[in-house]
C-alpha cells in the first residue's frame, strides 16, 4: 500500500530539512510531496538547494503567494499518487514513525485513520490547548454524531479518493473541521490510534491562534447546517 505524505511547508527553515529526513526513514512505502506555501524566511532557498523541483521519492512544488495550510494541503494532493494520503507538518511536533501506526490500522480496511494526542493522556500539550481540543472536538462530536477524542490532529490518514471527493475548499487551519465534518456526512467511520506530539510555544513558531479555534466553530456549524463553507 503506497502512501502520500503530503507536508504542507510555511517557514520552516530551523526544522524542514530534519523532518524530512525522519519521514524519509519511515519504513513503508511512500512518496513525498510537499509545497512550500511563499516561506519569507529561506525555506524555500533550502528547499531548491538541497532538493530542487525533485529528488527521488521527494517532490516539492512552490506557491508564488502565500495562502495557508489547507491551500498547501490541496495542491499536494493534486500530486498525491498514492493509494493514501496522511498530512504532515514540517515542525516536529508529531513523530513521522508514528505514522507506522496509522498505516496499520489503514491495512485493516479503515478508509479515514487519525492518530489521537489524547486517547492516553492530555499531558501531550498544555493545559489550554488541551482544553480548547476538548471544546472543538466535542463540538464535532455533538454535530455529526462521532465519538473522536482528537478532531484538531495533524495527522489525518486518508484513501486518496475519498479525500479527493471531498472537494476540500479550506485555505488555513479550517482543513481540519472541514476534512473532519465531511467525513462524517459521508458515513466514513474514523479510527483513531494513539500517538506522540511534543507541541512547541509560540516563540518556537506555533502559527495557530485563537481566532482559528473561532473559524472552527464558524466552519463546523456551516457545514451541519449548510453542508458548505
Known amino acids: 500500500m503506497k502512501v502520500s505524505v503530503l507536508i504542507p511547508v510555511y517557514n520552516e527553515k530551523k526544522t524542514i530539512l530534519d523532518l524530512l529526513d525522519l519521514v524519509k526513514l519511515v519504513s513503508m512505502d511512500k512518496e513525498i510531496v510537499v509545497v512550500d506555501d511563499c516561506s519569507k524566511d529561506g525555506t524555500r532557498e533550502l528547499l531548491k538547494k538541497h532538493f530542487g523541483a525533485e529528488a527521488g521519492d521527494i517532490r516539492i512544488f512552490y506557491h508564488e503567494v502565500n495562502k495557508g495550510k489547507g491551500s498547501a494541503i490541496r495542491t499536494a494532493l493534486k500530486h498525491a499518487a498514492g493509494e493514501y494520503v496522511i498530512v504532515q507538518d514540517a515542525d516536529m511536533e508529531y513523530s513521522p514513525h508514528d505514522m507506522l501506526k496509522l498505516v496499520e490500522a489503514a491495512e ?4 479515514a485513520v487519525f492518530g489521537s494526542r489524547f486517547l492516553k493522556t492530555w499531558k501531550s500539550t498544555s493545559l489550554p490547548h488541551y482544553m480548547v481540543n476538548f471544546f472543538l472536538t466535542g463540538l464535532t462530536n455533538l454535530l455529526f454524531g462521532a465519538r ?8 489525518k490518514m486518508v484513501r486518496t479518493d475519498i479525500m479527493r471527493s471531498l472537494d476540500i475548499k479550506a485555505d488555513k487551519f479550517e ?5 473532519t465534518a465531511k467525513l462524517l456526512q459521508n458515513g466514513i467511520k ?6 506522540s506530539y511534543r507541541g512547541r510555544s ?6 495557530i491562534t485563537w481566532r482559528d479555534g473561532v473559524d472552527t466553530v464558524m466552519i463546523l456549524f456551516k457545514l451541519k447546517f449548510f453542508r458548505t463553507i
Request: hydrophobic letters at 30%.
Open 108 to 111: 485493516k480496511g479503515n478508509a
Open 148 to 155: 473522536l477524542t482528537d478532531m484538531e490532529t495533524c495527522y
Open 175 to 179: 482543513f481540519e473541521p472541514e476534512v
Open 190 to 195: 474514523i479510527k483513531e490510534v494513539p500517538i
Open 202 to 207: 509560540y516563540d518556537e513558531g506555533k502559527k
